[in-house]
């Protein structure tokens, strides 16, 4: 997931895409965590 989110963030001029990206990684990652 990091190379990945890494290019969208070089990519990507929009920093509102890319909060959402960083919250929908973190969301995730704390789903992973409880479930």
């Known amino acids: ?3 990945l989110a890494e290019d ?3 990519q990507s ?3 509102n895409a890319v ?3 960083q919250k929908i990684i ?3 990652s704390m789903s ?3 479930s």
């Open 26 to 28: 973190e969301i995730q």
């Open 13 to 15: 001029p929009n920093m």
């Open 8 to 10: 969208v963030l070089h």
């Open 1 to 3: 997931l990091e190379p």
């Open 19 to 21: 909060i959402s990206l």
């Open 32 to 34: 992973l965590k409880f």
